[in-house]
């Protein structure tokens, strides 16, 4: 039976879920279209389709503390749940865990413990709340303090975040070329006290918010894409004037002063979503989430937005709903990377410069049957919040498999220190005891080496040149022997009193340059007699610069190359040369 596509796809979702878990999950009774986070602190504000808004604060720290307490104690339980100690699958796959250790609240729930708090709520909309954004804090002298409102009855809402007061509002019908269009997305410019409103009849409406006032502006475009304004981007790098939109199949970059610039071919899929890369400081670069569950890449360096470069494969079964930069550049990963969430309720990390999938997390429980993730975004403290109609979840930035990696690193770094104490006590009272025994046993192996490579070879070359050496040769060479011999003594009682302070380490002797010149183990000897040839008519001379030093006799290199050690340096030092033999 073949397996179908559907399945293998969420069986390789089901090997890349990551163990990090939620540390709020916020429920709702009525279905939520629509949250925004405050750009510097921890508040939320979520509309819902009644048209209420609510606006909560979160102890995040407290959540995270709480979320880890509550995972240990269950692990430390030993219910039913974790049997056959199947406890780190089981925390490694959230979506198909039956207990959850993070705190899940009702929206019209009390929290006693005070992680989570109402500030206020309001019927702010009649019909639904369609959108809501924070004031850009990046805008001259804004803190983040006021909030923008639409909903179905068309009119936008100016409020304070602390209490919810209403300080404006404007009832956009008039600008509408048809009286049953609806704004679907806001825009504030990041730089200029501009409101852009996109509809869903693919319009681009503008508004002036100077003066905590909302006030019509002369600009307007009509047409910027075929169907519903799916997503708003301002470019600020480029212009305070200049926006991208995406709608239908198209992505547009427009000029709310002239008009749409550049349109992109017809795409043949719907594209729902966009952002910028975390690390894309010009806006040159856009990710477009489309309908048929791939994402893709655009470059207005290349060709000025007019068609896609490079596709992502994400799931085919679904669409990418919504998508956000991770805005986090301490990790190269990360900083590549972008969080796109699908209709079928599951969040994938794709690093856009590898052109994969790193990461992903399930939404709602299980894989596939969740509801769509209509929201994504980072708070200011880095962590996800995603959100579908049914509930939002800000997750944690602990991650399960790096704390327990930690604790077994931390361990091991434990254990290896007590071994090397014990080692090193251990090894001190040897030391004590058995120094001369480890030097000495250093000394025989290395005396080994030496005889197993030239032994026999050198009591050879002794044996002949004792027999054909004069007296004087004798005394001379027993001189040299016994200047060796103490060099010997004194070189091994160094290597005894520095092995004493030092640990054992048995090294090999440094060969002669003999040994070097012939490899074998035994050596040939050259037969001197024949090598040696008298000059008659130079006698004379030889007699009387006997005081000079000779010329060895002229012999080819294979020839030099069967010189053993000893002899070679008795004839750098004269001691058995040629010289000897003259006049035989």
Known sequence: MKKSRKGATRAAAQLLESSVSPILDLTYEDPLFTFALHPSKPIIVSGLA??????????????????????????????????????????KSISQSKNKWWVVKGNNEEDTTGNVVRNWSTKRHKGSCRHIIFEPIQLADSTGEYIYSIGTDNIIKKAQVSNGKVIAKIDVTKDFNTPDDHINKLCHSTTHPFLIAGTESGHILVYDTKSNGLRRSEHKIFKANDDQINQILPMPEVSAYHYLTVGSTTLSHID????????????????????????????????????????????????????????????????????????????????????????????????????????????????????????????????????????????????????????????????NEDEENDEEGEGEGEGDSDDSSASESDLD?????????????????????????????????????????????????????????????????????GQILNPSKKKKLVDLNKAAKPDHHNDNENDTDSDSEPQPPPTKKSKLDKISAKQLKNMQKHEHGIRRFEGL
């Open 256 to 415: 709310i002063r002239k008009g749409i610039v550049t349109q992109s071919e017809n795409q043949e899929d719907e594209l729902l979503s966009m952002c910028y890369p975390s690390n894309d400081t010009k806006n040159d670069e856009v990710l477009v989430g489309h309908g048929e569950g791939i994402v893709t890449i655009w470059k207005k360096s290349k060709n000025n937005f007019t068609d896609q470069l490079t596709r992502i494969k994400i799931n085919k079964e679904t669409s990418i709903e919504s998508m956000v930069p991770t805005y986090n550049q301490d990790d190269d990963d990360l900083a590549n990377s972008v969080w796109c969430g699908d209709a079928e309720g599951m969040l994938h990390r794709i690093n856009y410069k590898k052109g994969k999938i790193s990461e992903v997390r399930v939404h709602s429980s299980g894989f596939g049957l969740g509801d769509e993730v209509e929201g994504l975004d980072i708070d200011f403290e880095y962590r996800l919040v995603s959100a579908s109609m049914g509930n939002l979840r800000i997750w944690s930035t602990e991650d399960i498999e790096e704390g327990d990696a930690e604790d077994e690193s931390e361990e091991d770094d434990e254990d």
């Open 50 to 91: 009644t048209g209420h808004v609510f606006c909560d604060t979160y102890n995040a720290e407290e959540l995270e503390r709480l979320q880890k307490s509550k995972r240990d104690e269950i692990e430390s339980r030993g219910s039913v749940t974790f049997k056959d100690n199947k406890i780190y699958k089981t925390t």
């Open 445 to 513: 192996l290395s005396d080994m080496s030496d005889l197993s490579e030239s032994g026999s070879s050198v009591e050879e070359e002794e044996d002949d040149e004792d027999k054909e050496d004069n007296d004087e040769d004798k005394e001379v060479g027993a001189d040299k022997d016994d200047e060796e011999e103490e060099e010997e003594e004194e070189e091994e009682e160094e290597e005894e009193e520095t092995q004493q302070s030092q640990p054992v380490i048995v090294r090999k002797k440094r060969r002669d340059i």
